[in-house]
């Protein structure tokens, strides 16, 4: 059993240092979604690879070129930085980002969005705070508390951090592909600080994330809007047809009505089915992250695994429809509708597109509509699963059980991560995502936070997984 006591009380005592780190990042407004934010996403680069560079690691700001599609900017720099290089050790990749979402007080929030306030309860608000700056910043804390403690880093660290994640990643994929067989040859395991826990009391560790497909349907008739007081009645109207058709894609209770989707899912084991049970987490839970009592199934494990395990299609919007306030008689010439499917094993992209778009095809020929139809698909992710027998994830649940005193939930994401894919893929190296904050952060909405305990205690749980995966993992 690693010694960490003297690690541990080193974080302790450097946490008022560890906040202030947290307040620098947070007032840099690095949202990489606007394009008069982008110099300060790469001012936030250029930050993290000085903070990176002062305790010691060699860092490279790897230039990915123009933004496809908006040309006129420069994509922030992608963090290749590594900290130790002793061929006697473990390597550890950690991936993380430095982007973040837009935020403004008039959105909502009760204190400005890029100055860390701390409440009395210890809450630390601010975008970015959990989402994803603390989480990074918890590794380099890891290594300041390892240094001042006279503790050596048990393994070396690869760090690959981006701008771009809150604005779809663009030119991480084609960096990681480029590097697999250069700056990433040496992993070993990685390990991703980028997600959440399922409540607030108590830590997990996921093993995998839903994919999601993204279609839309576009129904267009007359060659302009019309009036329904001249025309209702005269003519084939696209809402009409698309409302019918959409309605044909999921029950009230969520089952997915596609001939063919169930059985392209993978079955559950009696080893995965075990999981759920153990996990803290209540229908309560689940009422209050909704915000009322609609959800559809009675019992914790079945709301999980229709949370985690099982596919799920959602209807998102209709382009072209009106939907201001008042009453308007207008019949759309066009409209367009939007729904997604979020997938699971053994989902693959394109058999699941088939399906979908065989049943639209089917659908609108029954409405014997002279309306024009047009399928598209929009963008698709594929899920992604990682061995939780692995040494990697054991290395992490001995951790969270040395720092929390708990066994750690096993859980997967219900939403999508890309880059836990594009790793797995082209590294074939084990993904463990190992999340900081709680699931009451608030990331990518008003009023971010993260608690100083999530912080502070997560910098000590970072740490400690270093040991264990060295121990695991000894060569």
């Not at 933004?67 to 002793?86: A, F, S």
């Not at 698309?242 to 999921?250: A, D, E, I, K």
């Not at 190296?429 to 699931?439: A, Y």
Request: glycine share 8%.
């Amino acid at each position: 059993m690693p010694h960490l006591d003297p690690y541990f009380k080193q974080v302790d005592s450097l946490q008022d240092a560890f906040i202030e780190r947290l307040r620098e990042a947070v007032a840099i407004p690095s949202i990489s979604s606007e394009d008069a934010r982008r110099p300060d996403v790469v001012k936030m680069g250029h930050w993290l690879a000085g903070q990176i560079k002062a305790l010691g690691g060699t860092v490279e700001l790897r230039e990915l070129g123009k933004q496809p599609g908006r040309e006129h900017l420069d994509l922030p720099p992608c963090i290749l930085g590594r900290y130790g290089n002793d061929p006697n050790k473990v390597n550890v990749l950690l991936y993380g980002h430095y982007d973040v979402q837009p935020a403004q007080k008039s959105d909502g929030w009760a204190t400005d969005p890029f100055t860390l306030h701390i409440d009395e309860k210890d809450r630390m608000y601010g975008r970015g705070s959990t989402d994803d700056k603390g989480p990074v910043l918890g590794w380099l804390n890891a290594i300041e508390a390892h240094q001042k403690a006279g503790v050596d880093v048990p393994v070396n660290l690869l760090m690959c951090f981006e701008g771009m994640e809150e604005n779809g990643s663009e030119g991480l994929d084609d960096t990681i592909r480029a590097e697999k067989d250069k700056f990433f040859k040496d992993t070993d395991v990685i390990c991703i600080s980028d997600n959440y826990w399922l409540g607030t009391e108590k830590p997990c560790l996921t093993y995998g994330v839903r994919g999601c497909n993204y279609y839309s349907v576009e129904i267009s008739g007359p060659g302009q809007d019309l009036h329904s007081g001249v025309y209702g009645g005269t003519t084939h109207e696209p809402m009409t047809d698309l409302v019918r058709v959409m309605n044909s894609f999921v029950d009230p209770d969520g089952k997915i009505l596609i001939k063919g989707i169930d059985e392209l899912v993978a079955p559950i084991t009696a080893q995965e089915d075990a999981l759920y049970g153990p996990i803290a987490f209540t229908m309560q839970d689940l009422h209050e992250s909704l915000g009322s009592t609609v959800s559809i199934h009675e019992t914790k494990e079945e709301a999980l695994k229709h949370k985690m395990r099982y596919p799920s299609l959602s209807l998102h919007g209709i382009e072209g429809a009106f939907y201001t306030p008042g009453a308007k008689t207008v019949i759309p010439a066009k409209v367009i509708g939007k729904f997604s499917i979020r997938t699971v094993p053994n989902m693959e992209i394109d058999e699941v597109t088939k399906l979908v778009e065989k049943h639209v095809n089917d659908e609108f020929a029954k409405l014997k509509s002279k309306n024009t139809m047009k399928f598209h698909i929009v963008h698709c992710g594929k899920w992604w699963v990682e061995d939780f027998n692995h040494p990697n994830y054991t290395a992490a649940a001995k951790a969270v059980e040395r720092v929390y005193g708990v066994k750690p939930d096993m859980t997967r994401e219900g939403g999508s991560i890309p880059v836990t894919l594009t790793f797995q893929e082209e590294l074939k190296k084990n993904v463990l995502l190992l999340p900081m904050g709680s699931s009451t952060d608030a990331a990518h909405s008003i009023n971010e936070k993260l608690d100083k305990r999530n912080y502070i205690e997560g910098t000590k749980l970072l740490g400690a997984y270093l040991h264990y995966v060295a121990g695991e993992l000894k060569k």
